[in-house]
């Protein structure tokens, strides 16, 4: 990527993690007309091509990260790589941001505008930046009609009042720490008690959770049969179709620690609800 006043910018992280760093970025493009291309490389968080979950965003240049040009000059440096790439991006780039960089600089409310404007500039994060507004969202990100469709059967199932419980787990202490299962079970029956006809979407990367929401609401449980995975194409679109299904229900209960269950809401308009001790 040649020229001053461009940004070649890589997204980190999991699913929710990507998309909120794509939208900053983009919205960083759209306040200072800065030149933005991203790449996007597969890793253990995410093992997907780009354009296997989404469709093509017209307003945004996103190309894999697959060629050994890529990985040796552009991806993020770390111990994996021996952080050769950092070697040549500050050859190559002006100025450059590391993803452990973001959040100290967001707390002294950097300016991400003023220092992209007139560089040439690499930068990495997997988080938000710059207060893009919600509805870039579900402006930019289309997943691909494997996934929606999936999602629309999903949506057949519902009632007038469905609401959504993402439950974190496996890797996430917060998660398990702080939104025990009980306190879903408690926002269920709440809900059961003003609205006779709730069914319950759930989205979880826990069997035994998902086998004691049904022992509690029954035919009231909506949730699908596989777990969702990082490690598959097949398991990120699961994930996703987890997402956009959340996004369709009345009101979002989440679990504490988590970027899903905010994405999810951001994407759908609804009511989000942390449940935390």
Same mark, same amino acid.
């Given at each position: 990527?040649?020229?001053?006043?461009?940004? +070649?910018? $890589?997204?980190?992280?999991?699913?929710?993690?990507?998309?909120?760093? *794509?939208?900053?970025?983009?919205?960083?493009?759209?306040?200072?007309?800065?030149?933005?291309? $991203?790449?996007?490389?597969?890793?253990?968080?995410?093992?997907? !091509?780009?354009? /296997?979950?989404?469709?093509?965003?017209?307003?945004? &240049?996103? %190309?894999?990260?697959?060629?050994?040009?890529?990985?040796? +000059?552009?991806?993020?440096?770390?111990?994996?790589?021996?952080?050769? !790439?950092?070697?040549?991006?500050?050859? @190559? =780039?002006?100025?450059?941001? &590391?993803?452990?960089? *973001?959040?100290?600089?967001?707390?002294?409310?950097?300016?991400?505008?003023?220092?992209?404007?007139?560089?040439?500039?690499?930068?990495?994060?997997?988080? $938000?930046?710059?207060?893009?507004?919600?509805?870039?969202?579900?402006?930019?990100?289309? !997943?691909?009609?494997?996934?929606?469709?999936?999602?629309?059967?999903?949506?057949?199932?519902?009632?007038?009042?469905?609401?959504? =419980?993402? $439950?974190?787990?496996?890797?996430?202490?917060?998660?398990?720490?702080?939104?025990? @299962?009980?306190? =879903? @079970?408690?926002?269920?029956?709440? /809900?059961?008690?003003?609205?006779?006809?709730?069914?319950?979407?759930?989205?979880?990367?826990?069997?035994?959770?998902?086998?004691?929401?049904?022992?509690?609401?029954? &035919?009231?449980?909506?949730?699908?049969?596989?777990?969702?995975?990082?490690?598959?194409?097949?398991?990120?679109?699961?994930?996703?179709? &987890?997402?956009?299904?959340?996004?369709?229900?009345?009101?979002?209960?989440?679990?504490?620690?988590?970027?899903?269950?905010?994405?999810?809401? %951001?994407?759908?308009?609804?009511?989000?609800?942390?449940?935390?001790?």
């Amino acid at each position: 990527m040649s020229g001053h006043n461009s940004l +070649l910018f $890589v997204p980190s992280g999991g699913l929710a993690n990507r998309m909120r760093a *794509v939208v900053s970025a983009y919205n960083l493009s759209l306040h200072t007309g800065v030149g933005l291309r $991203v790449l996007w490389f597969r890793d253990w968080a995410l093992d997907a !091509p780009f354009h /296997e979950i989404f469709k093509p965003i017209s307003e945004i &240049d996103i %190309r894999e990260g697959v060629s050994l040009t890529d990985k040796l +000059l552009y991806d993020r440096p770390r111990k994996k790589n021996f952080w050769i !790439p950092k070697l040549f991006q500050k050859l @190559i =780039f002006e100025q450059r941001l &590391d993803e452990p960089m *973001v959040t100290p600089l967001k707390k002294k409310n950097f300016d991400f505008d003023s220092w992209a404007r007139g560089k040439k500039s690499w930068m990495s994060c997997y988080q $938000v930046f710059g207060n893009p507004d919600d509805k870039l969202y579900s402006q930019l990100f289309h !997943p691909v009609d494997a996934v929606m469709n999936q999602v629309e059967d999903y949506e057949k199932r519902f009632s007038p009042h469905t609401i959504g =419980f993402h $439950v974190r787990r496996t890797d996430n202490a917060a998660s398990i720490d702080q939104s025990p @299962i009980e306190l =879903f @079970i408690d926002a269920g029956k709440k /809900e059961i008690d003003l609205h006779d006809d709730t069914v319950i979407y759930v989205a979880t990367d826990d069997e035994p959770t998902k086998s004691e929401l049904r022992r509690q609401f029954g &035919d009231r449980l909506i949730t699908p049969s596989e777990a969702a995975s990082r490690s598959s194409v097949d398991g990120i679109r699961g994930g996703l179709v &987890d997402m956009y299904t959340l996004a369709k229900t009345q009101t979002i209960y989440g679990s504490a620690g988590s970027s899903f269950s905010p994405m999810a809401a %951001r994407i759908g308009g609804n009511k989000l609800v942390i449940l935390q001790k």
